[in-house]
């Protein structure tokens, strides 16, 4: 498994390529792109003719944009198992490789060729409690005999937890399953923050708590990078800055001026600004910086085109390292006050009145809905 260059395409139409060497990928937009197409990653690949080559650090020498497409954590190891199973050492391949694994099946609407496969055999139906225990003997490094199963329904998602996609009503769904960090009802925990968070009016996609004989049940959420058969092209904000998501190095100024510059709407800041009250009120300390995504809208009759903050994910009672937010609050991530919040929109121009508004009436629903998570 080799692949030196490979073709970055979009609904169909060439973007541009991506070359291999010396340990990094350059990357260059083609002519017809540049003509019609829109900047994939405005702050690192601008719409012009330069042949772009990152560091080598945080992505292994790929752009951020190129490192959301593929998978992350558990999306990860069943990749490296299916590469063991097949006789190659993880560590003998390139990202170029690992794009190529992604092939069509990435988050978002980037898609690589020519594609890698891998040989499966026939897969059986498996019910949520069934893949469950597949998944927690995957995580305990023991041998599963649905391997090829896990990796054809969830090998290309992000996230440290484990998941399929499954499509519903001619819908694309995520169903995740406990990590052997949580507890057996991580499930009912997320859909309970997720319908907080919308009452909050906060921008939360779909959500369900699927059935279960082993616990309160399995937490799903409608994908937000599909609109029934079409992708979306999504940029994390790990992405758009370039930056590892497993360092807390970012600020929530940070990522408001990041979504003023992008989205220049300030109903779009407001929208962050709650998300980052709910974050603060409810404990959901491990919002690093691929927990936040915006959407490229391309459409040209759509009024909502150009980028927009991407609706909430991820949301749960959880720490980051030393107990403290991922992304601070002008600067505090150990405790958190109103007093930090409403320093942020005045950083940021929001009003003050609107400001102590949105965060008070937050941590009054949070309170009330959360409280037996936050004692």
Same mark, same amino acid.
């Given at each position: 498994? =080799?692949?030196?260059?490979?073709?970055?395409?979009?609904?169909?139409?060439?973007?541009?390529? *991506?070359?291999?060497?010396?340990?990094? /990928?350059? %990357? !260059?937009?083609?002519? =017809?792109?540049?003509?019609?197409?829109?900047?994939?990653?405005?702050?690192?690949?601008?719409?012009?003719?330069?042949?772009?080559?990152?560091?080598?650090?945080?992505?292994?020498?790929?752009?951020?944009?190129?490192?959301?497409?593929?998978?992350?954590?558990?999306?990860?190891?069943?990749?490296?198992?299916?590469?063991?199973?097949?006789?190659?050492?993880?560590?003998?391949? /390139? &990202?170029? $490789?690992?794009?190529?694994?992604?092939?069509? #099946?990435?988050?978002?609407?980037?898609?690589?060729?020519?594609?890698?496969?891998?040989?499966?055999?026939?897969?059986?139906?498996?019910?949520?409690?069934?893949?469950?225990?597949?998944?927690? *003997?995957?995580? !305990?490094?023991?041998?599963?005999?649905?391997?090829?199963? *896990? %990796?054809?329904?969830?090998?290309?998602?992000?996230?440290?937890?484990?998941?399929?996609?499954?499509?519903?009503?001619?819908?694309?769904?995520?169903?995740?399953?406990?990590?052997?960090?949580?507890?057996?009802?991580?499930?009912?925990?997320?859909?309970?923050?997720?319908?907080?968070? !919308?009452?909050?009016?906060?921008?939360?996609?779909?959500?369900? +708590?699927?059935?279960?004989?082993?616990?309160?049940?399995?937490?799903?959420?409608?994908?937000? $990078?599909?609109?029934?058969? /079409?992708?979306? @092209? &999504?940029?994390?904000?790990?992405?758009?800055?370039?930056?590892?998501?497993?360092?807390?190095?970012?600020?929530?100024?940070?990522? *408001?001026?990041?979504?003023?510059?992008?989205?220049?709407?300030?109903?779009?800041?407001?929208?962050? %600004?709650?998300? &980052?009250?709910?974050?603060?009120?409810? @404990?959901?300390?491990?919002?690093?910086?691929?927990?936040?995504?915006?959407?490229?809208?391309?459409?040209?009759?759509?009024?909502?085109?150009?980028?927009?903050?991407?609706?909430?994910?991820?949301?749960?009672?959880?720490? #980051?390292?030393?107990?403290?937010?991922?992304?601070?609050?002008?600067?505090?991530?150990?405790?958190?006050?109103?007093?930090?919040?409403?320093?942020?929109?005045?950083?940021?121009?929001?009003?003050?009145?609107?400001?102590?508004?949105?965060?008070?009436?937050?941590?009054?629903?949070?309170?009330?809905?959360?409280?037996?998570? +936050? !004692?």
């Amino acid at each position: 498994m =080799t692949h030196n260059k490979l073709t970055v395409r979009y609904h169909d139409k060439t973007v541009g390529t *991506l070359v291999y060497s010396d340990h990094r /990928t350059s %990357f !260059q937009y083609a002519q =017809t792109w540049i003509e019609n197409g829109f900047s994939i990653s405005p702050l690192s690949l601008p719409l012009n003719n330069s042949i772009f080559t990152p560091e080598i650090d945080p992505f292994g020498g790929i752009f951020g944009i190129f490192n959301d497409s593929l998978p992350d954590g558990w999306g990860r190891l069943l990749i490296d198992r299916m590469l063991i199973k097949n006789n190659i050492d993880p560590h003998s391949i /390139t &990202m170029l $490789d690992r794009l190529a694994i992604a092939g069509t #099946s990435g988050m978002g609407a980037l898609e690589y060729y020519p594609e890698e496969h891998f040989t499966f055999k026939h897969d059986i139906d498996l019910n949520l409690d069934k893949i469950s225990q597949q998944c927690k *003997l995957v995580l !305990q490094d023991k041998p599963s005999d649905n391997l090829d199963y *896990l %990796f054809r329904n969830g090998g290309s998602s992000g996230g440290a937890r484990p998941k399929i996609f499954k499509k519903i009503d001619n819908e694309e769904w995520i169903i995740k399953f406990p990590s052997s960090q949580d507890s057996l009802n991580i499930g009912l925990q997320e859909y309970e923050y997720s319908k907080c968070a !919308q009452k909050c009016g906060i921008n939360v996609p779909n959500v369900r +708590l699927f059935d279960s004989a082993n616990c309160a049940g399995y937490f799903g959420i409608q994908r937000f $990078d599909r609109i029934k058969t /079409t992708k979306v @092209h &999504m940029a994390s904000a790990s992405a758009l800055l370039e930056t590892s998501h497993r360092l807390p190095n970012l600020d929530y100024i940070q990522l *408001l001026k990041l979504t003023k510059f992008l989205c220049k709407s300030e109903a779009e800041l407001k929208k962050l %600004f709650a998300l &980052m009250c709910f974050n603060v009120f409810a @404990h959901n300390r491990d919002d690093h910086s691929k927990n936040f995504t915006f959407l490229y809208i391309a459409d040209a009759e759509n009024k909502q085109k150009g980028w927009h903050l991407s609706p909430a994910y991820d949301l749960t009672y959880s720490n #980051s390292i030393q107990g403290e937010q991922a992304t601070t609050i002008a600067g505090e991530g150990k405790n958190p006050t109103l007093e930090n919040i409403l320093t942020v929109a005045k950083t940021i121009g929001l009003s003050a009145s609107y400001a102590k508004t949105t965060a008070q009436n937050i941590q009054e629903i949070v309170m009330a809905d959360l409280a037996k998570y +936050l !004692q």
